[in-house]
């Protein structure tokens, strides 16, 4: 798979936007750009992915640059709950690839009340 | 739908001992796959099973082993325990066509 890359920390206040960015230069045609996120001793959670086009779920909105070199993860409005790790992953999707997930280190947000 | 689940959530071992590790699925998933997560090393793959085959397996050694059964419950055996091998052992289940992963809260493992 290909790599990202992700600041190591970030800080938002409570209430506020955030947004994480992600890079990807090597990033493939077949390549999904997926966001997951880990908080305190818990298993990580899937959050959203896309392929080219802006997504948006309930937990979130993803924003894809036009040359998919880069991505970012926003969050409309942080609360203490969504202090996590957020892993940028990229994954190929295939009957024939390979399923697993490659996690680089991710960006651990911390949410100022 | 009950989400993935791990027994047991914690485990003290000793070095040289083996270990089982049990993860069951969310109900309808036929995909498990098993993570290692250490602070030095991250989260990194093990294996994945699919209808009781295994499909794919990480970077590690012999001593780690799984197996999936029928009814989709994997299982997840570390054998001649290393103080390396403390760690968080994480299971995802797939529906099988879908990338969406979904994991469970982990089986903290120590070796002493």
């Known amino acids: 798979d290909a790599k990202t890359t992700q600041p190591n920390s970030m800080e938002s206040n409570e209430e506020e936007p955030v947004h994480l960015p992600c890079n990807h230069s090597t990033i493939s045609g077949t390549d999904y750009i997926h966001w997951y996120r880990q908080l305190p001793s818990q298993g990580p959670e899937y959050v959203i992915h896309g392929l080219t086009s802006n997504v948006n779920n309930r937990m979130a909105s993803l924003a894809i640059a036009e040359d998919r070199k880069s991505s970012t993860l926003i969050l409309h409005r942080a609360t203490l709950r969504d202090a996590a790790v957020y892993y940028c992953?990229?994954?190929?999707?295939?009957?024939?690839?390979?399923?697993?997930?490659?996690f680089g280190s991710g960006t651990q947000l911390t949410v100022l009340p | 739908k009950a989400g993935v689940t791990q027994t047991p959530r914690y485990l003290i071992k000793t070095r040289g001992q083996q270990v089982t590790l049990s993860c069951s699925p969310i109900?309808?998933?036929?995909?498990v796959s098993w993570y290692q997560q250490t602070p030095g090393q991250g989260l990194q793959f093990l294996f994945e099973?699919?209808?009781?085959?295994?499909?794919n397996k990480g970077n590690f050694p012999g001593r780690f082993s799984g197996r999936q059964f029928s009814n989709s419950r994997s299982e997840m055996n570390v054998s001649t325990l290393e103080l390396g091998d403390s760690a968080l052992y994480l299971c995802?289940?797939?529906?099988?066509?879908?990338?969406?992963?979904?994991f469970g809260p982990g089986t903290r493992l120590l070796v002493l």
């Open positions: 109900s309808g998933h036929r995909s």
């Open positions: 992953i990229l994954r190929v999707i295939s009957s024939g690839s390979a399923r697993q997930l490659t």
């Open positions: 099973y699919f209808s009781e085959t295994q499909r």
């Open positions: 995802a289940s797939m529906p099988g066509s879908v990338e969406t992963q979904y």
